[in-house]
């Protein structure tokens, strides 16, 4: 039976990618060497229409992981020495924070309660190098001096909650003399973020890009490069294949240190591809007159409503409602009609649905869908 | 234009998957949740399947990672506090070794030159607990009291040398006290390794199984995980999502801590279904056979030469050769006939080739590759 996946990711494939995995069998993509010519084009491609689709300077190289958890994981190791903040407000932002506990390092939390997101407001305006020590901040949030890094979460995907692109620049600019990381693995390429000042950003393939998963896409500055030379300098550990400047000395040549998902390579600069010809700014359009059809349905329909009550914080890419019917029967209703929804997450599982809205989907699948969500 | 890769890997894709694939298409496998009992059901069966295949007992946890690679890392991480021990003959001991290194462990090396392999012969025989210092000890090497883990290489990809099953499993026995490790990237399922005694070992897909590249294949023993654990009671880092009880907890329930490449995950389970059907003995068999028709080609055709020179270290499924036609010349030849060799590794890059001898291609059409490879 023909489905439509509107889950968080595992999502519904990119409509192209059918063909392009019969191509990439008929091209011996699964056989060629990671160290050939053949696999250094296809990085080279795939690095070229991200760039264009992301809008990254020469600054910052495309490195590829096993999965988005990984970057968690490679950008604590390599660019914390020992301070790192996080803004939590959901289980991915918190686990970015675990992530940097499990590796040692002292850990800063500013956290808000599940369905709330984080604005530039929230926090007080330093000037490099002036701190902003015993002043009165109004109730507003300082970063720590010695903070390091700055973890951000531009989507919250078991909350559907969304920081703005706009906030994390603005934020990014009133703390320039830290370095700021921003988890976009289920918004990317919808948030449009400043890499002329955003140090890292990362995704993963599985969301918005419709692929299978198995890849972990993370955008570095060469700030990011040196401090993780600074901290092997001063003979600490930063891993070894995956440590930032084995992975940037590979990236140079458009190779990766270990034999990478080839596979996924080639679908994912296919794809970025093919959303170039559509264009960034028509995706992004689409995606929010898509939110808004999803959005409006919630709050005039009997039954549901926005777990996000602050529209400027609802997740474009995510959204998630409350259902009076339990969502259980929801998700199974909808199955028979061939759409499968996302559960709520955690202890929202009974009483949620997160319908996912990446560019896979068609905004004629999204108003069949809010058809079939009408209460029956 | 049909090709037949007899690359070391990534290599020729096994005859069935390109059928896997579209049924993995009509199956939705890219965009089921890896919370789902969908997924459990495949990691489940990958698990069954390899479990048979390699004859792993229910002491043993079957783990997923990104690459093979990072198991090297893995490994050392969470079964390493001090010291851990290596057997080096080539560029992929080599670099276990230097991930060691990397993650400030204290190394040991037992060398060997390129194109030399390792015997249980090679070894002092202690019995546990009972220390042979100063004991003269006949040219053989001792692995030290302190070592807490034994890193071997199965097989070396890049100089075609193997370590013996029965080597590997008998100088365990003679060693029982440390953690033992094997790296058998290149040579799974054909090594056939004691389990009751070898606590971890680990391959990649996108070798033997034929399957693209993506997903690192993680055997390890409940004592690997005892290990991690008292490291982890020490306030001592064994890494985040991937730690070895972190993988564990996941693997009691047949999920992993991260989204994973759940499309490779059910292409192996189909692949080590079909291996199965024929059964591991008869792939043994016939790697044996066909690995004796490209060595004794080599032994016997003016121009080539094996590169290993003890028969019992010659690799059955990676053979490594010398050519005085230049190799990329030879190369460049059989590439217009449809057959892809690997160049030699590193150094020997002019002077070898690299035959893989995988469950993937069949005896016919090695005998059509050293057809072709007869001087012109």
Not at 82 to 103: R, W
Not at 156 to 176: A, F
């Amino acid at each position: 039976m023909a489905q439509v996946y509107f889950t968080p990711g595992p999502a519904e494939l990119y409509p192209t990618v059918s063909q392009h995995i019969k191509t990439a069998l008929d091209e011996h993509i699964g056989s060629i060497s990671h160290r050939s010519a053949a696999f250094r084009k296809i990085y080279q491609h795939t690095d070229e229409q991200l760039r264009t689709l992301l809008n990254i300077p020469a600054t910052h190289a495309i490195l590829f992981t096993g999965s988005a958890t990984e970057i968690w994981e490679r950008m604590i190791q390599n660019c914390v020495e020992f301070e790192s903040f996080h803004c939590i407000n959901g289980s991915f932002s918190q686990k970015f924070y675990d992530t940097a506990n499990d590796l040692k390092k002292f850990t800063h939390r500013f956290e808000k309660p599940l369905g709330q997101g984080f604005d530039y407001e929230d926090f007080v305006k330093v000037t490099d190098g002036t701190a902003a020590k015993g002043e009165d901040n109004n109730g507003k949030v300082k970063i720590p001096d010695y903070v390091e890094l700055v973890c951000l979460t531009a989507n919250e995907t078991s909350t559907g909650v969304q920081m703005r692109g706009v906030d994390i620049n603005k934020l990014k600019r009133s703390y320039r003399s830290k370095l700021f990381c921003v988890d976009m693995v289920s918004s990317a390429p919808y948030h449009s973020l400043d890499f002329e000042e955003v140090d890292s950003a990362f995704f993963s393939v599985q969301k918005s890009f419709g692929l299978p998963a198995g890849l972990g896409v993370w955008i570095a500055s060469e700030k990011c490069l040196a401090k993780a030379e600074q901290l092997r300098e001063k003979d600490l550990s930063i891993g070894s294949y995956h440590s930032l400047p084995s992975l940037w000395k590979n990236y140079k040549n458009f190779e990766t240190p270990e034999t990478p998902n080839v596979w996924n390579i080639y679908l994912l600069g296919k794809v970025a591809e093919d959303m170039n010809r559509i264009g960034v700014e028509a995706i992004r359009k689409e995606t929010d007159a898509k939110a808004k059809k999803i959005y409006d349905f919630l709050e005039k329909t009997e039954g549901y409503e926005p777990y996000v009550k602050n529209p400027e914080h609802r997740s474009p890419t995510v959204a998630v409602a409350n259902t009076t019917e339990p969502s259980k029967q929801l998700i199974e209703r909808l199955k028979t009609q061939g759409m499968i929804l996302g559960s709520g997450y955690g202890k929202a599982k009974e009483t949620q649905v997160r319908i996912a809205n990446f560019p896979a989907v068609s905004m004629e699948q999204v108003e069949t869908l809010l058809q079939a969500m009408k209460p029956v």
